[in-house]
């Protein structure tokens, strides 16, 4: 019984963390969008946030490595894949965000209109 109420009692890790998110206190975010996912492996919403956290901090290996895991969880994830996309774009994989943003037109709801823009920024670069 007690392990039941610890694990409810410590179970708000993912809300914790998006009000420090929206406090900008990223750090303290992080922390907290972490220890969700150690009580809850597949939370795809704290790795989208964890991405975003290290977007605004610059890291951009570890923004890609938490999309890549978001996408993992839930291929169909339309703001993960669509800032994967923009991040192989910013990165000159034309070719990469592409193929990508292919797949992302094909599921999506939310993003298609981004995603069409988008495409056309990719188009014209791979004509250059």
Do not use: W
């Not at 996408?71 to 965000?97: C, H, R």
């Amino acid at each position: 019984m007690f392990h039941i109420s610890y694990l409810f009692g410590n179970s708000n890790y993912y809300l914790e963390g998006v009000s420090h998110f929206e406090k900008q206190e990223f750090n303290k975010a992080k922390f907290k969008f972490e220890q969700d996912i150690v009580l809850n492996p597949k939370s795809e919403k704290s790795y989208l946030y964890l991405s975003k956290i290290f977007n605004k901090q610059n890291k951009i290996d570890l923004e890609k490595k938490n999309l890549k895991t978001v996408i993992l969880l839930n291929p169909q994830n339309e703001e993960a894949t669509f800032n994967l996309v923009q991040l192989k774009f910013k990165e000159s994989d034309y070719s990469g965000s592409k193929k990508l943003l292919e797949r992302l037109l094909n599921f999506c709801k939310d993003y298609c209109q981004k995603s069409i823009e988008l495409q056309i920024e990719i188009e014209k670069s791979l004509k250059k």
